[in-house]
Nanobody, 115 residues
């Protein structure tokens, strides 16, 4: 059994910053890819960024240069530092972890950016 929990969401003004955290716990041997996704109102879920166990990162074009993903392999945690935020970043952000081919999701954390 694996549990995934996000935290750090909230309300921020445009141009501001937030830092999201994701903690995975349970029967974990090793985590391959960890990623952040988001679902904005009325839109499909989209990939924001992901990071491999070796530290390789990939970002959606819409967040490049503003968001930074990182992880702590020893503690099975992942972070998303979000800077220069825009109203279009408003969404529910979900953490996803891939463990031996299985995907586990958190419950999501709301991020709202006011203009």
């Amino acid at each position: 059994q694996v549990q995934v929990v996000e935290s750090g969401g909230g309300l921020v003004q445009a141009g501001g910053s937030l830092r999201l955290s994701c903690a995975a716990s349970g029967s974990i041997f090793s985590i391959n890819i960890m990623g952040w996704h988001r679902r904005a109102p009325g839109k499909q879920r989209e990939l924001v960024a992901f990071i491999t166990s070796g530290g390789t990162t990939n970002y959606a074009d819409s967040v490049k240069g503003r968001f930074t993903i990182s992880r702590d392999n020893a503690n099975n945690t992942m972070y998303l530092q979000m800077n220069s935020m825009k109203p279009e970043d408003t969404a529910v952000y979900y953490c996803n972890v891939n463990i031996q081919g299985y995907n586990y999701w958190g419950q999501g954390t709301q991020v709202t950016v006011s203009s």
